[in-house]
């Protein structure tokens, strides 16, 4: 490894001293009985001391140290010179002869475990417990100790304390300068983290705009987008997932999974819904009173997309469901449950992943990166009711039309502008999208519904965004359909409004544009 400090690469250093000051105890006993092992003095604070102790090891109080006892209800108990001296000194002459002069011991490692502060605003809305889970003393030590990291071994988490162990036990308390250096980086990791968060909590509902997140899990992927780039994932996939087979997920995978469950989140209450999605638009999408039904129907949107598809459902997928899917090829396939049988059929191609979803909620906040920055923005998370509709024609549209309209525009809003969805009888029969005009995305729309024999006679139309001209009206109302919902705002909606009226088609406007770029 590279040394990046000033100062040159330092000799291996024995542990003599510790001080453990812990939030997390979980797995620090095998720590603390190999180190007492080797004979290394234990230094240590209020409930880690008394896990210490209850070992049968004993642990030097800090407070006999720094001569004052732990005040402030915890707050003051390791801000000390007698603390801080023993850690940050170099050990060098000048710096030892100052320990020695004040009568300071050298602190040769140190174990530290932050309070929980994310987990504490997880559960939590009291500002009071939020503050006093902001760590002061801990953060401290852990940047002290990486500082020193030519003489002093920092642990700064329990995500560390396996490989601290790992290396006491192989090494018997020798520690390289590589090894010092190692967890010096992780520490300044944490630490980072740590104030991201914190900051985050601070600045919600500020009018000040920073772009600072704070994401400590990350995933290395097979590739990134083609084999010629690297990728990784940076989240945690078991938060929303239990993965039950398949093999391991790609870049493309993850960026259609999002796009899948952003999709589903528009169905997952009430009857049996399936989507099929490529590329992250939607090819079928379809709802009946059964899964089966509602698989049939979404497969027969388009039947050749959905070769090697990411499928999702909002209900249990049972046997016989499942039956049908495994007559063709996916990547991924996602529901909220599998009936045991159902599963085991599944399983059997082992390479096809299987997710069980937790849950439907999504980011409220999105982001990308776009030149030599990010872009940030609320994620669309609007869901069109019945009271966003407004009639604009002089013909309203039927009971029937208006729960058609509401399916194509939760459709049309997850296609790739220019965007046009074809829905009738709850099944997206035809879909334009990603076309550089509108017209484009609705002669696409209307071919492909054709192609896989659609009648597109009593159908509707939902637009991700306004008609500039009256063209897209026309060319609809010539393939039968009858109704339209689009968010409106063209300087010239009334001419696609007068266009309506003279075929006697409906037409509803939502204000709500629906952009995907």
């Known amino acids: ?66 001569g004052y006892p732990s005040i402030l209800d915890g707050r003051v108990k390791t801000l000390h010179p007698a603390v801080f001296g023993g850690i940050l000194a170099r050990r060098e002459q000048a710096h ?27 559960k939590t809305d009291d500002p009071a417990e939020i503050i006093e889970k902001i760590d002061i003393g801990g953060v401290s030590l852990i940047r002290a100790a990486a500082k020193n990291w030519n003489d002093v071994v920092i642990v700064p988490s329990q995500d560390d304390y396996a490989l601290f162990f790992e290396l006491l036990n192989e090494q018997n308390g020798l520690f390289t300068a590589d090894n010092r250096r190692e967890f010096a980086r992780r520490a300044f990791k944490v630490t980072s983290n740590y104030d991201v968060a914190i900051f985050n909590w601070f600045n919600e509902g500020t009018t000040d705009i920073s772009f600072k997140y704070s994401i400590h899990r990350s995933d290395i992927l097979r590739y990134g987008e083609n084999p010629h780039q690297k990728g990784v994932f940076f989240g945690d996939f078991e938060q ?27 169905f997952h209450a009430g009857k049996p ?15 009946r009173n059964t899964l089966l039904e509602a698989w049939q129907a979404a497969l027969a949107c388009d039947s050749t997309s ?19 899917i495994n007559k ?59 009271a966003d509709l407004k009639p604009v024609t002089k013909r309203p549209p039927t009971p029937k039309e208006v729960g058609e309209l509401l399916f194509a525009v939760k459709c049309v809003k997850h296609l790739k502008s220019n965007a046009i ?35 597109l006679n009593g159908a509707v139309m939902a637009s991700d965004a306004f008609f500039p001209f009256p063209d897209c009206v026309e060319i609809a109302h010539e393939a039968g359909i009858t109704a339209v919902i689009q968010p409106g705002g063209s300087m010239k909606d009334q001419d696609s409004i007068d266009a309506c009226d003279e075929r006697g088609m409906a037409m509803v406007m939502t204000g709500f544009r629906h952009f995907r770029h």
Request: proline share 4%; aromatic share 8%.
């Open 240 to 266: 929303v997932f239990d993965k039950l087979n398949g093999k391991s997920i790609s870049y493309n995978n993850l960026v259609d999974i999002d796009a899948a469950v952003a999709l589903m989140r528009e």
């Open 273 to 287: 819904t399936f989507a099929i999605l490529k590329h992250t638009n939607a090819c079928g999408v379809a709802r």
């Open 1 to 66: 490894m590279k040394n990046k400090s000033n100062t040159p690469p330092q000799p291996d250093r024995q542990l003599r001293s510790a001080l453990v000051s812990v939030y997390s105890k979980d797995g620090l006993e095998p720590i603390i009985r190999r180190l007492h092992e080797l004979g290394v003095t234990l230094y240590s604070t209020g409930g880690t001391q008394t896990f210490i102790e209850k070992l049968g090891i004993p642990a030097v109080a800090v407070e006999s140290l720094t």
């Open 96 to 122: 030892l002869s100052q320990l020695e002069q004040y009568n300071i011991p050298e602190i040769d490692c140190v174990i530290v475990d932050l309070y929980p502060f994310e987990d504490t605003v997880a």
């Open 306 to 324: 959905a070769f090697g598809g990411i499928f999702i459902t909002n209900t249990t997928v049972d046997l016989e469901t499942a039956q049908e």
């Open 328 to 386: 063709l090829f996916y990547e991924v396939l996602i529901a909220p449950d599998f009936a045991p049988d159902a599963l085991e059929l599944l399983r059997k191609k082992d390479q096809r992943i299987l997710l069980k979803i937790k849950t439907f909620e999504i980011n409220p906040r999105s982001f990308r990166s776009l030149l030599n920055g990010v872009v940030e923005q609320d994620t669309d998370l609007k869901t069109e009711t019945e």
């Open 421 to 455: 969805a074809l829905v009738k009888e709850r099944q997206l029969i035809g879909m334009g999208c990603g076309q550089p005009s509108r017209v484009d995305a609705l002669r696409q729309a209307i071919a492909k519904a054709r192609s896989f024999g659609f009648d």
